[in-house]
């Protein structure tokens, strides 16, 4: 089925990009421009990471809150659990929510290296008891994470499931979906979901790659499947920058404009702090913002 010409009988969605905190100065530079050219695109909201352990807590705390100072956009802050004391995690949130920032993406996190998860003793074990906590502190609205394919580490599909719906049940008020390459996996999913009693927003998380090498790599880390057709339209590419990044917009393209003729008016896309390819695809889909 081919998608109708946005902006003939579909409205215009809603968006929201996601940043992760710059770790130099010339860094701190491109995700300033990054922002500059997509703030006219009116977000929902803009999420910045937060790595593993809380081990950008002070950049991604300076991002948030340079955002609130300097911009329009509302800024919702990454927090992981993995790591910490109920106690830190607490003044994390507490800090934010002082500052003005009222939107969290709660996540348990990864242990750095790879090795196997353990919960702290005296933290929160998983991203549901996170959503709880966080909702102690103050009410908050938060996004948590789904996984189309399944959480690598999650005991079955069914199981995965029942986990996004304990995390909508404790105070979460949306799902933010992992990457996914093939738009079936998350429609799928979608499905599975409501029949599981789950009505809340799964946000498709859509990131334009524009090499191989990165979209193997993003699919090897978080349990997401890379389709033998992204290999052929690379192939033979990696000197050919300019043209990976039209194939990347089409393919991104067209991811979107299969999801939005099936009735999908949400995306949040991973900019990677790199504005071009998201701001085509958000034209494509009809937003032009102010
Ligand atoms: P959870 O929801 O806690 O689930 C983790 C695993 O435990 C799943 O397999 C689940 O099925 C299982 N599980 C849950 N509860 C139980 C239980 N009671 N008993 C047994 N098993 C259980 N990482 C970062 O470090 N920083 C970020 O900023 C960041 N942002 C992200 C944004 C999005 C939208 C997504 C999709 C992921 C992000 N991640 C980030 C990665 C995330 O931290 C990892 O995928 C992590 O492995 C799981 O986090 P979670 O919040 O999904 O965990």
């Known amino acids: 089925r081919i998608a109708p010409l946005p902006g003939s ?16 100065e010339a860094l701190e530079a491109q995700l300033w421009a990054c922002i ?4 006219p695109l009116a977000p929902q909201f803009v999420s910045v990471t937060y790595g593993a352990g809380g081990s950008t807590q002070e950049r991604t705390h300076a991002t948030v809150l340079r955002l609130v100072r300097e911009t329009s956009l509302i800024p919702a802050a990454h927090l992981t659990c993995v790591g910490a004391t109920r106690g830190a995690v ?14 969290i993406v709660a996540l348990r ?13 005296d933290g929160y074990a998983f991203a549901s008891d996170l959503v709880a906590g966080l909702k102690r502190v103050a009410d908050f609205d938060i ?41 079936s996996h998350y429609l799928d999913f979608l499905d599975r979901a409501l029949a599981a009693g789950i009505t809340a927003p799964i946000i498709p998380g859509i990131m334009p790659v524009s090499n191989f090498a990165q979209a193997k790599r993003i699919g090897e880390m978080g349990g997401t499947s890379v389709p033998a057709w992204m290999a052929e339209m690379f192939d033979g590419l990696d000197d050919d920058a300019e043209t990976r990044k039209m194939v990347a917009a089409a393919v991104a393209a067209e991811q979107v404009r299969i999801l939005q003729a099936n009735g999908i008016d949400e995306f949040h896309f991973y900019t990677l702090n790199r504005a071009d390819l998201t701001y085509a695809i958000a034209r494509i889909l009809g937003v032009k913002g102010k």
């Open 9 to 24: 009988i579909q409205a215009v969605p809603e968006i929201s990009f996601e940043f992760f905190p710059p770790k130099t």
């Open 36 to 39: 500059r050219r997509l703030e």
């Open 90 to 103: 607490d003044d994390v949130a507490r800090r934010y929510w002082d500052a003005g920032v009222c939107h």
């Open 109 to 121: 996190g990864d242990v750095p290296g790879g090795a196997p998860y353990q919960a702290h003793p």
């Open 143 to 183: 996004s948590v994470a789904a996984y189309p394919e399944t959480h690598p580490q999650a005991a079955s599909p069914a199981a995965d499931l029942d986990n996004l719906k304990r995390k909508l049940d404790a105070g979460a008020n949306r799902a933010i979906t992992q990457v996914f390459f093939d738009t």
